[in-house]
């Protein structure tokens, strides 16, 4: 009798759906994500879209100021981080990178169109870059 409620509490136990379950996702997305929301991205992003809204400001600063460097500048920067996301995670694929796949924070598919979408904005920010005034230092 003794080993019988020792299995039964033991199989409870392991089928049971805890809270450990979103151990990576909720420490590299946030506490706010739940499986719901689906993969995180810059188009779905869990709570304010803060990236989002530094690419468009951006946008917008190359856009007013017309400063053929500013673009240039922020376009090498979105090039940076691009590749930083690619060389940190899309490559290796380490293991936590497969466990957040495997939770569904994120996934490859997303991982690529961020990809595409911070390349946009860096041939944007290259476009509105070129087509503004080039300065130059005069003495």
Known sequence: MWCIRQATFATSTLMMITSAAAEVCDKAVGEAWQAEHGPV????????????????????LVAVTRNRWIGIVGAVLL???????????????????????????RSYRTDLM?????????????????????RTITA
């Open 41 to 60: 991205w810059l188009l779905n992003p869990v709570g304010f879209p803060i990236g989002l809204t530094l690419l468009i400001c951006g946008l917008a």
């Open 79 to 105: 090039l940076l981080y691009a590749s930083a996301l690619v060389f940190a995670d899309l490559v290796p694929q380490h293991y936590v990178y497969i466990a957040q796949i495997r939770e569904g924070c």
């Open 114 to 134: 961020d990809l595409a979408l911070i390349a946009t904005f860096a041939l944007a920010y290259v476009w509105l870059g070129h087509r503004g005034k080039h």
